[in-house]
């Protein structure tokens, strides 16, 4: 989600979560991105940089994406023109080590009228404690399989007759 929608307030404590968690803004991203609490998962982060996206922090964005975290965050005023609508998380898996997460969502946005969304499996690293992004694993939508599975008893597909 390299672009963002323009500055906008970040919701109320009370409004719903721009996450779509179906918690309150204020007991879910708003902590987070305020930096009064540590992401406890790396699905908590994606929400959290999702929100952060909806209310244009980009400061935020910048300090939770591992190759510009030490860096200072410096504002190139540029926008996006996307508004960001929807996050549909659709996994959250651990990775070889606990340190180590992957999260494969779907945001759903809108541009110059027309709806879009873009389809990522990010994976996360915990690095002092703190969950980051690291990067995107898979942009778009995951591979499908076009035929049926082959047992290791069936003969090979390619037509020789062996297994």
């Known amino acids: 989600m390299a672009s963002?929608?323009?500055?906008?307030?970040p919701p109320s404590a009370a409004a719903p979560c721009p996450c779509g968690s179906g918690k309150?803004?204020?007991?879910?991203?708003?902590?987070?991105i305020a930096g009064q609490r540590k992401a406890a998962t790396a699905e908590e982060l994606m929400r959290a940089r999702f929100s952060a996206h909806v209310v244009g922090d980009y400061?935020?964005?910048h300090r939770t994406f591992l190759p510009d975290s030490k860096k200072p965050y410096?504002?190139?005023g540029q926008r996006g023109a996307q508004t960001w609508t929807k996050l549909v998380v659709h996994s959250h898996e651990p990775g070889?080590?606990?340190?180590?997460?992957?999260v494969e969502f779907s945001a759903y946005f809108t541009q110059e009228g027309q709806e879009g969304v873009y389809q990522e499996k990010a994976e996360f690293i915990r690095e002092n404690g703190e969950w980051i992004f690291a990067r995107a694993v898979?942009?778009?939508?995951?591979?499908?399989?076009?035929?049926?599975?082959?047992?290791?008893?069936?003969?090979?597909?390619?037509?020789?007759?062996?297994k």
């Open 59 to 61: 400061a935020f964005l």
């Open 138 to 162: 898979r942009e778009g939508p995951p591979p499908v399989r076009s035929g049926p599975k082959i047992g290791r008893n069936d003969p090979c597909p390619c037509g020789s007759g062996k």
């Open 96 to 102: 070889q080590d606990p340190d180590t997460a992957y």
């Open 24 to 32: 309150n803004f204020g007991g879910c991203c708003g902590p987070v």
């Open 4 to 9: 963002s929608s323009p500055t906008a307030a």
């Open 74 to 76: 410096v504002d190139d």
